[in-house]
């Protein structure tokens, strides 16, 4: 990997996007290693990530100018299907993921942070989807996600003006969770991950899925996808345990993703 950095702290998975001397933008190489690291990641051992940018500048400062200068119009389609890909994998992604953004999250950085679960955020953060005084649209779900996350009126704003917005702005909205100092950022991100992975590993994920799933369907539909979850947590140990420890009154447990 030449631009992925990829660790295991206990059992949270850390992909750090290294690419300093871009401020972390996004180009085809970048893309394929996210796609190849998370191929990679062991989801029986490893219950939550953590994606983060390298350095104190930025996150995703955003996809790569330089390359996309000169792309045409079948290679653009390519290039937005490839990062649309990839952060579909983000976003199906069987475990929670957080965003830890640790400064600029522009364009395809506020994108990939928008796959994510959970996003938190550095103080010195900022946001923004600049596509339109690039001459183009956000290519990678920013019209779909930030809807979604921001509701429809904020997101509409923020993408017709490309105009950015720092971290206490972000949270005000509801784009992050939380805003920390930067020298806590990770700690923080990591202690959330942590708590999550406490848990049942097979309610996490089942959770994740009725969430996303459900999310796009009426809530008629949507019930039956959760009742079905819901009941295949039932006869694995993880349930036994759980439901046995509460019955004990007792703290410890001990889920095994099975």
Same mark, same amino acid.
């Given at each position: 990997m030449k631009y992925i950095l990829y660790e295991v702290i206990d059992s949270v998975g850390v992909i750090t996007i290294n690419r300093p001397e871009a401020l972390n933008a996004l180009n085809t190489q970048v893309l394929s290693e996210i796609?190849?690291?998370l191929h990679n990641v062991d989801i029986d051992s490893v219950r939550c990530l953590i994606i983060t940018g390298s350095g104190q500048k930025a996150f995703v400062a955003g996809a790569d100018i330089a390359e996309m200068s000169s792309m045409t119009k079948a290679e653009a389609e390519a290039f937005g299907?490839? $990062?649309?890909?990839?952060?579909?994998? #983000?976003?199906?992604?069987?475990?929670?993921?957080?965003a830890a953004v640790n400064g600029f999250a522009l364009g395809g950085g506020c994108e990939i942070s928008l796959a994510c679960d959970i996003r938190l955020c550095s103080d010195n953060a900022v946001f923004g989807q600049p596509e339109v005084g690039l001459g183009i649209t956000p290519g990678? $779900? $920013?019209?779909?996600?930030l809807v979604r996350v921001v509701g429809l009126s904020m997101a509409k704003e923020m993408i017709y003006t490309a105009g950015n917005i720092k971290a206490d702005q972000?949270?005000? #909205? $509801?784009l992050v969770n939380n805003v920390y100092p930067q020298e806590e950022l990770m700690e923080q991100a990591m202690k959330l991950a942590k708590k999550i992975a406490r848990n049942a590993p097979i309610a996490v994920r089942n959770c994740k899925q009725a969430i996303n799933e459900g999310i796009s369907h009426d809530i008629d539909n949507a019930v039956v996808i959760e009742e079905k979850l819901? =009941?295949?947590?039932?006869?694995?140990?993880?349930? #036994?345990?759980?439901? =046995?420890?509460?019955?004990?009154?007792r703290k410890e447990k001990v889920f095994l993703n099975k």
């Open positions: 796609k190849e690291t299907k490839f $990062g649309n890909d990839t952060f579909l994998d #983000i976003e199906k992604f069987p475990i929670p993921v957080i990678f $779900g $920013g019209t779909q996600r972000a949270l005000r #909205i $509801g819901f =009941s295949s947590c039932f006869e694995t140990h993880d349930q #036994i345990e759980g439901m =046995s420890a509460f019955l004990e009154k």
